[in-house]
């Protein structure tokens, strides 16, 4: 098969594999095991014309989803994948009901250095400013996104957290408040603060009133972005956990040195991040490269997955040293934690 071809017809072949998996196309076929179905029964099975089933099943085996011998369709390695792999519909669903649409703009961000395909979703700078606002299906397709990654991340590194025993720990970033639930309840005699945008936290606050965590957490409302928005001291620990992605590098470099004046020697700060060239497995890298046209696109323009000694040369910049790593954590993250030098 040309890879040039497969390019050019890409889109296609996305379209065509979350349709045979949402039809229950490739359901049926799963089914039915060994023995397959004709296509008429796929048909009646399916509830689709036989039309429907053709074009489907044509381009399914060039795609490899699925076989057909001897009349017979039965459904092949990757359509198992597709079906049961929650990775792939997690990342299959953000790319079809929340990036598809701005994705077409990228030319113009690369260009002018701004998420120009936000505005097929909303009237904001950046995506974070209207994040509360997203309308179904892009809404629930970008947390299920979010979510299933950060929290493998958040299981791995409330444990490393626990391990040192902050009692106070600031959250940076907190978005809608998912980290520190599982920290107020892995400790039950810690507190938080959390820090992001309005939006995001009146999502956090009504997270932890429903877990009756809300006594426990101080909400601080802030724009990450605005230097002269110093940051909250008397933390024992604070967290960054897939935040410096959503920054250019000279804005990471402000934001960490805002972050050291509010640490004293005894802080340290954890952070959590997906580095591309620190993957295991060549898909886990081609994905991350493929996701920081995300950022590039639909979230601030400028930012995307940095590789590890990037983040290192930024946290030195910012007056920071790296005192422990581990990797990975997570689905394929490093944490590092820092300390004032």
């Known amino acids: ?17 979350t349709t045979m998996r949402d039809t229950g196309l490739l359901s049926s076929l799963e089914n039915a095991g060994a023995e397959g179905l004709t296509r008429p029964e796929l048909a009646r099975d399916t509830g689709l014309s036989e039309y429907a089933v053709a074009v489907l099943v ?10 057909e011998q001897e009349e017979a369709c039965t459904l092949a390695p990757l359509g198992h994948i597709l079906l049961h792999d929650p990775m792939t519909r997690v ?10 649409h701005g994705l077409p703009a990228l030319e113009t961000a690369i260009r002018e250095g701004r998420p120009a395909g936000l505005a097929a979703l909303g009237d904001w700078s950046t995506l974070y400013e209207g994040l509360h606002e997203l309308e179904e299906p892009a809404a629930g397709s970008w947390f299920r996104f979010d979510h299933y990654y950060s929290e493998h991340a958040f299981r791995d590194l409330v444990e490393r957290l626990a391990r040192d025993a902050p009692r106070h720990v600031m ?10 639930l599982r920290y107020l309840d892995r400790d039950p005699e810690a507190c938080m603060t959390l820090l992001d945008l309005p939006g995001p936290l009146q999502m956090a606050r009504e997270a932890l009133e429903a877990a009756g965590q809300a006594d426990r957490a101080h909400l601080h409302p802030t724009d990450l972005r605005d230097n002269s928005r110093e940051l909250p001291g008397g933390a024992d620990a604070i967290v960054m956990s897939q935040l410096l992605a959503c920054f250019p590098p ?24 997906l580095c591309p060239d620190r993957q295991i497995h060549e898909a886990a890298r081609f994905s991350l490269n493929a996701v920081s046209l995300y950022f590039t696109c639909m979230v601030n323009g400028t930012s995307r997955f940095y590789p590890r000694d990037t983040l290192g040369r ?3 910049e910012a007056g920071l040293m790296t005192d422990h790593e581990e990797e990975p954590i997570g689905v394929g993250h490093t944490l590092l934690r820092c300390r004032r030098r």
């Open 58 to 67: 044509d381009f399914g085996q060039d795609l490899e989803i699925l076989s």
């Open 91 to 100: 990342n299959m669903d953000f790319t079809r009901d929340f990036a598809s």
């Open 171 to 180: 959250d940076v970033g907190a978005n809608t408040g998912r980290l520190a």
């Open 250 to 273: 000279e804005e990471i470099v402000a934001l960490l040195r805002r972050t050291a004046r509010a640490m004293d020697s005894e802080t340290r700060l954890y952070i959590v991040e």
């Open 1 to 17: 098969m040309s890879r040039a071809q497969m390019l050019a017809f890409a889109p296609f072949a996305f379209f065509a594999a």
């Open 314 to 316: 930024l946290i030195d």
